[in-house]
């Protein structure tokens, strides 16, 4: 069973760009949700998606967008890149919406701001 | 509201010795609780989770973690330290509302000294 896959792995954008990452879920999950993380910060909750809806969403500007597909994927996208926004953004799937299942993560998009 | 505290963010053991990872969380609900691990440039992996039962929660590798609602903890432990231990561990709360989504504390960073 494939697991979680995210595009690019890693990717170099300048301020003021915009970038969108790719999450492909587990076969038969129907909850995303996504995850920055930086070294000062931590994992923080950006938002997820349960049947092409966004179910929850985290504390960040609405630079940070994301949508869901009918076949599950997911992809978030990130305008007006700042300095700021340099960090892995990882995906992780679920059979169950909400935080009462496990997570599957992908293995993450490190976006450099530069 | 939910939140996780996780205690030390560097935890150095000796190869062989014990292994306590401290997590405290605070939660309005039932808590679904989760520790994840993740090694260098990859994505979170699930040890172990409690959602109800037995409070006493084995999980991968060896670790297990004992939820006690009293205290509102649930440390990791595991009883003989590996190398291949050496990584970031991760507490994690959720609920079974599917309005709760999965918070993670800032993470330990487990050092194994041969």
């Known amino acids: 069973k494939a697991g979680v896959t995210q595009t690019p792995r890693y990717l170099i954008k300048t301020r003021g760009q915009q970038v969108t990452l790719s999450c492909s879920p587990i076969s038969g999950h129907r909850s995303v949700s996504w995850y920055q993380q930086t070294p000062g910060q931590g994992l923080q909750f950006l938002f997820e998606y349960f049947s092409e809806t966004q179910r929850n969403k985290g504390n960040f500007p609405g630079r940070f967008s994301g949508r869901q597909f009918s076949n599950s994927r997911s992809e978030m996208n990130v305008s007006t890149l700042e300095l700021g926004d340099s960090a892995l953004y990882l995906c992780?799937?679920?059979?169950?919406?909400?935080?009462?299942?496990?997570?599957?993560f992908g293995e993450g998009s490190r976006l450099t701001v530069l | 509201a939910q939140s996780v505290t996780q205690l030390g963010s560097h935890v150095s053991v000796s190869e062989g010795a014990l292994v306590l990872l401290r997590c405290n969380y605070s939660s309005s609900v039932p808590p679904y609780l989760f520790w994840y691990v993740q090694y260098p440039n990859q994505g979170l992996q699930l040890l172990l989770k409690?959602?109800?039962?037995?409070?006493l929660v084995k999980g991968i590798n060896g670790f297990e973690a004992e939820f006690k609602k009293s205290e509102t903890s649930f440390h990791l432990t595991k009883p003989s330290a590996h190398m291949s231990d050496a990584a970031e561990y991760f507490c994690?709360?959720?609920?079974?509302?599917?309005?709760?989504?999965?918070?993670f504390g800032s993470g330990t960073r487990l050092l194994v000294r041969p």
């Open positions: 409690y959602t109800t039962g037995a409070t």
């Open positions: 992780a799937s679920s059979l169950s919406q909400g935080g009462a299942g496990e997570l599957f």
């Open positions: 994690a709360v959720g609920g079974m509302d599917s309005s709760y989504k999965l918070i």
